[in-house]
C-alpha cells in the first residue's frame, strides 16, 4: 500500500549545526509533497512544500530536496537553533473521491544540543 | 490560515467512559479532519467530517467507536466512546486550506491529550 517514512526516528544536532531530515514514499504517482514541525503540546505545523516538477525549494533556513528518481526527499535546516527541536513530518496528500486524504509519515525527533 | 480551538487539552479517563471533543474553526470550511497521534507515533487519519453528510472513516476506525457531529460549517466533534487504556492519544482537528501552494494543506488544532485509566 502507499506509505511514507523516514530513515532516521531521531537526531540530535549541535546548535548553529545543519541539520538534514529524511524521507522515503512509495508511490512513483505522488506530485506534491509536504513538511510539517510539531513542536511539544502543539499541532503540526506547515513549514514548507515542494511539487514534483522542482527538484528544490527553499524557506526561510530551511531547503527540501526531492529525488523522484529514487523517491527520497529531505528537509535542511541551516544554522539549526534550540527553536528548531521538534518531531519533523514529511506528509503527502492523496486523493481519494472528492478530498485529499494526508498520510503522515513516522517522523524525525529532532534536539538541539546547545 | 484558519484558527482552530479545541477543547479540552487534556483529560483523564476512567475506562469505560466516554469523551466528547469540541473543534471549533474561526472560517467556514467543508471539511474537517480527525487524527489521532499515539504516543510517540505520527499522526493517523479517522475521519472526514463533511456538513450535512455522515463522517468518512478510514479502515480501523467505526462510527460507533468515533461518533463524529458537523452540526456547521465552523464546528465538529469527535467522542471516544467506551475508552480503554488503547484510546490514550492526543487526538487532533484539522482543516485544509492553510499555508503553503497547495488547497489541501493542513491546519491543526493544539490537540486534545486523553489519558485513560
Known amino acids: 500500500g502507499e506509505s511514507v517514512g523516514l530513515h532516521l526516528p531521531t537526531l540530535s544536532v549541535q546548535e548553529g549545526d545543519n541539520s538534514i531530515i529524511n524521507c522515503a514514499y512509495s508511490?512513483?504517482?505522488?506530485?506534491?509533497f509536504i513538511w510539517y514541525k510539531q513542536e511539544s503540546g502543539k499541532g503540526p505545523q506547515f513549514i514548507i512544500d515542494i511539487r514534483s516538477n522542482m527538484d528544490k525549494r527553499q524557506g526561510q533556513r530551511v531547503t527540501v530536496l526531492l529525488n523522484k528518481t529514487v523517491k527520497h526527499l529531505s528537509l535542511q535546516i541551516a544554522a539549526t537553533q534550540p527553536g528548531d527541536s521538534a518531531v519533523y513530518f514529511c506528509?503527502?496528500?492523496?486523493?481519494?473521491?472528492?478530498?485529499?486524504?494526508?498520510?503522515f509519515g513516522p517522523g524525525t525527533s529532532l534536539s538541539v544540543i546547545p | 490560515s484558519a484558527v482552530i480551538s479545541q477543547k479540552p487539552s487534556r483529560d483523564i479517563c476512567q475506562r469505560g467512559t466516554s469523551l466528547t471533543i469540541q473543534c471549533q474553526v474561526d472560517?467556514?470550511?467543508?471539511?474537517m479532519f480527525w487524527y489521532r497521534q499515539q504516543p510517540g507515533q505520527s499522526l493517523t487519519l479517522i475521519a472526514t467530517a463533511n456538513q450535512g453528510s455522515e463522517a468518512t472513516y478510514e479502515s480501523g476506525f467505526v462510527i460507533d467507536k468515533f461518533p463524529i457531529s458537523r452540526p456547521n460549517l465552523t464546528f465538529s466533534t469527535l467522542t471516544v466512546s467506551n475508552m480503554s487504556p488503547e484510546d490514550s492519544s492526543i487526538y487532533l482537528c484539522s482543516v485544509a486550506g492553510g499555508l503553503g501552494t497547495g488547497a489541501n494543506v493542513l491546519t491543526f488544532g493544539a490537540g486534545s491529550r486523553l489519558t485513560v485509566l
Open positions: 508511490n512513483s504517482a505522488s506530485d506534491y
Open positions: 472560517s467556514q470550511v467543508t471539511m
Open positions: 506528509a503527502e496528500p492523496t486523493m481519494k473521491t472528492s478530498y485529499d486524504k494526508v498520510i
